[in-house]
């Protein structure tokens, strides 16, 4: 199966917009979602279909995809968003992969 | 509320085997794909198999095929992983999860709290 590339890390002034990229063949051709995780936690869905947030996810994250790119923005960041966050492509050759991860800091 | 609970993970030496189960409640479990995720010490998320909403489907990593076999018992709202083989590389939390849609798929929504499977002599 295909592998998502993300950067390792990603730092972000409170209040700023963090954008986080995830980079695969014909990814755009794909369903991507975007997952939270904090540290000695479960992960959380917070983007699901390319650009949907599920109930109760706050409306500064948000997602796009096209090309070769999935992005996750996280607008107006606060300290609690400071987490990894993964990305994920499912499509029905390769069924479902996980991008490399990204940790976000806030500071 | 939707809550998936793992269970079976363990010590186990290499070449042992292991059943995970997850057990599933609030949800219509019949209705929805299941998935097993895993995650090594300090690593990222990796996919290791998913299976559909009548058992009669599956898929699997590659690293997963030929070892591990994912299965489910709809009428007891559980998702199973039975692991062969096992080798050390192996050793990882390993999360249960479900997707709240079939087509197109959107995600896994809810997720359990992880079993540790270790691998070791």
């Known amino acids: 199966s295909s592998g998502l590339t993300q950067p390792p890390s990603v730092s972000v002034s409170p209040g700023q917009t963090a954008t986080i990229t995830c980079s695969g063949d014909?990814?755009?051709?794909?369903?991507a979602c975007w997952y939270q995780q904090k540290p000695g936690r479960s992960p959380v869905l917070v983007i699901y279909q390319d650009d949907k947030r599920p109930s109760g996810i706050p409306e500064r994250f948000s997602g796009s995809n096209s090309g070769n790119t999935a992005t996750l923005t996280i607008s107006g960041a606060q300290a609690v968003d400071e987490a990894d966050y993964y990305c994920q492509a499912w499509d029905r050759s390769s069924e479902w992969v996980f991008g490399t991860g990204t940790k976000v800091t806030v500071l | 509320e939707v809550q998936l609970v793992e269970s079976g993970g363990g010590l186990v030496q290499p070449g042992g085997s292991l059943r995970l189960s997850c057990a599933a409640s609030?949800?219509?479990?019949?209705?929805?794909?299941m998935h097993w995720v895993r995650q090594a010490p300090g690593k990222g998320l990796v996919w290791v198999s998913r299976i559909n909403s009548d058992g009669t489907g599956a898929s699997y990593a590659d690293s997963a095929k030929g070892r591990l076999t994912i299965s489910r018992d709809n009428g007891k709202n559980m998702v199973y992983l039975q692991m062969s083989s096992l080798r050390a590389e192996d050793t990882a939390v390993y999360y249960c999860?479900?997707?709240?849609?079939?087509?197109?798929?959107?995600?896994?929504?809810?997720w359990g709290h992880g079993t540790l499977v270790t691998v070791s002599s």
């Open positions: 609030g949800v219509t479990f019949s209705n929805y794909w």
């Open positions: 014909k990814l755009g051709d794909k369903y």
């Open positions: 999860a479900i997707d709240l849609a079939v087509s197109p798929p959107r995600g896994l929504d809810y």
